[in-house]
Every structure is written in C-alpha cells, then in structure tokens.
C-alpha cells in the first residue's frame, strides 16, 4: 500500500465550479502538507502549505487537513480553465536535514469553458 | 535568475547505454533532489543531496548515480539504461537558508525513453 493516495482522475468541472481534491495517508508522523499544481510538460510548482491540521486560505484555494483521518483536501472557489492541470498533494514529517517529501500520483484536473 | 535548469529536455536511448543528466540551480540552495514521474506513480525520489559533496538514497536508487561536486549542480548517472528507465526526470532544489525547506523548485523535466 502507497503511503500517499491520491485519485489521478481526470476530473472534469464546467467554469465556475467548486473543485475537491483529496488524498489519504498512512504515516501519522506526517506534520506538514503541500499542494504541488503541474501543467502540462512542466515542472510541479508550490501552490499551498499547511502545518498540521486546520484550514488555510488564499484566495480562491483553501487547504485543509484532517489529521484524525488521515485526510486532506484542496478545495478551488470559482474554478477556471487556467486551473486545469495536475494536482499533486505532498507531505513529510520533518522539514530538518533534507526535507524528503512524499507524493501522491497526481490528480488531472480539466476545467472547461 | 534561471532557477532549475536541466540537460538535455529530451533523449533517446538504447538499452545498455549510458548517460548523465544535468541539473544546475542559480539560487543558492543547498538541497538538491532527483525525482522521475511515471504515469500512475507520482513522484518518486531517486536520490537526493544535502550539500556540496555529499548525496543520499531515495525511494527508488537502483541504477542511477549522483555527483553534488558542485553546490549548483547535481548530476544524474545511468550508467546501462533499461527499458524500465523510460520516464521523465526532474530535478528539484531547496532551502537557502531563509527561505522555507517544503518549498521545492522544480526543473522543466528531462524526458527520456529507452529502447
């Protein structure tokens, strides 16, 4: 079993939806908690962070993390064609000496216009 | 400032040979990382580096090398390439000092196929 889970999708959306993305895991020493967004032929670029559990907002995205569940999802407001892309959700117990992440198999998102 | 450079973006191999991909980051960073995506798979950490002159196993090591002689630049060795070496490789970088350790900056991505 992967220690991260993630839904590759795809998922499609019409413009102006509200997009959930998820991911489970199995490690509980995981504390921090990212959203990497890819787009097509580049390379992965940060879009959220969280620490712990609880909720984190910035603009139309928020990230929220279910530390009991082992759960954590991305949620997109007013979603846009400029949001299609891979979703991948990233994490790792420790930010000391290396930092090593874990990820998760990406989600493809495709919203349409 | 550049960021994440790598060489070559594409390559066509034949199985048993071998070939040496080049990441070079201007940023000062001191962590280095090499990844492959795969369909399906995510992500996979190759090995990694914590500083000039020194490298580290990943998740997925078995026939690929490092060099970190450099602290911009981290080399990626194949030394007898196999069909199950087709993927695309990125390299990644991290942490200044200053800046937040979870915030990786990736490369374009080297895409490479082994025949």
């Known amino acids: 079993q992967k220690e991260v889970e993630q839904d590759p999708g795809p998922l499609s959306v019409p413009e102006g939806a509200i997009v959930s993305l998820n991911c489970t895991y199995s490690?509980?020493?995981?504390?921090?908690f990212m959203w990497y967004r890819q787009y097509s032929r580049k390379g992965p670029e940060l879009l959220m962070y969280?620490?712990?559990?609880g909720n984190k907002e910035d603009g139309r995205f928020t990230a929220q993390v279910d530390k009991s569940s082992k759960y954590i999802s991305l949620f997109i407001r007013d979603s846009q064609p400029s949001d299609s892309a891979t979703y991948l959700c990233?994490?790792?117990?420790?930010?000391?000496?290396?930092?090593?992440?874990?990820f998760g198999a990406g989600t493809i998102l495709r919203v349409k216009s | 400032n550049a960021g994440v450079t790598q060489t070559p973006k594409f390559r066509v191999l034949k199985t048993g040979q071998s070939m040496t991909l080049l990441c070079a980051q201007d940023?000062?960073?001191?962590?280095m990382y090499w990844y492959r995506q795969d369909p399906g798979m995510g992500l996979r950490l190759i090995h990694y580096?914590?500083?000039?002159?020194?490298?580290a196993k990943g998740e997925v090591p078995d026939g690929y090398n490092v060099s970190r002689l450099k602290k911009q630049n981290f080399l990626l060795g194949l030394e007898s390439a196999a069909p199950s070496q087709t993927s695309v490789y990125f390299c990644?970088?991290?942490?200044?000092?200053?800046?937040?350790?979870?915030?990786?900056?990736f490369g374009p991505g080297t895409r490479l196929t082994v025949t």
């Open positions: 990233a994490m790792s117990p420790s930010m000391e000496y290396g930092n090593k992440l874990v």
């Open positions: 490690n509980s020493a995981f504390q921090y």
């Open positions: 580096s914590v500083g000039e002159g020194t490298t």
């Open positions: 969280t620490y712990s559990s």
């Open positions: 990644a970088s991290s942490y200044d000092g200053f800046s937040p350790a979870y915030e990786q900056y």
């Open positions: 940023m000062n960073h001191e962590y």
